[in-house]
């Protein structure tokens, strides 16, 4: 597997930063919605299929089309300890492109009584058709660090006091 990462200082106590990242509809809207160049302007719909939104076993699923190709996993929650880690991982038979599967962790940090580091990672498996694992080698590693630079920076400006985001 391969792994990227992402991490980020927010001048905001982890308690608070957990509590955004936590919920999967802050940290996955950058596939749901907003249409970008690197979802070449397809959106995903997220479901909630579990009872719970959030927690040790929760399920999410993702839906759509991108370039008119099927895009559909499923998610669970794998390890939960609030307000500091929580991992989840793609279940079932992933319909998905440029990576077969994949492992999504956060760890938020204390860094002081008002700050705190969020680092976010994803752990992928290519494809294995050939096609796919050729487009894989080339995109996953640049797509997957996009996905994770917005996770972070969308999660430091819903958090941070205005006055103290900067680029």
């Known amino acids: 597997m391969t792994t990227v990462s992402e991490t980020v200082e927010i001048r905001a106590p982890a308690e608070t930063v957990f509590a955004h990242v936590d919920d999967i509809r802050n940290v996955g809207w950058h596939m749901t919605e907003r249409s970008s160049m690197a979802m070449m302007g397809s959106r995903l719909r997220l479901e909630l299929l579990s009872d719970q939104p959030t927690g040790l076993g929760a399920i999410y699923r993702y839906s759509g089309t991108m370039l008119g190709l099927t895009i559909d996993f499923s998610e669970s929650v794998t390890r939960y300890i609030p307000p500091r880690e929580k991992v989840w991982r793609t279940i079932g038979e ?6 077969a599967s994949d492992e999504m962790c956060l760890i938020v940090e204390p860094l002081s009584a008002s700050s705190s ?11 294995r058709p050939w096609f796919w694992r050729i487009v894989g080698l080339l995109l996953a590693r640049p797509y997957s660090r996009w996905c994770l630079r917005r996770m972070v920076q969308d999660g430091r400006r819903a958090v941070e006091p205005p006055a103290m985001v900067t680029a």
Do not use: Q
């Not at 992933?94 to 990576?99: A, F, K, S, T």
């Not at 580091?117 to 494809?127: D, F, G, K, M």
């Open 94 to 99: 992933p319909r998905l492109l440029i990576i």
């Open 117 to 127: 580091r969020l680092t976010i990672s994803i752990a992928y498996e290519l494809p």
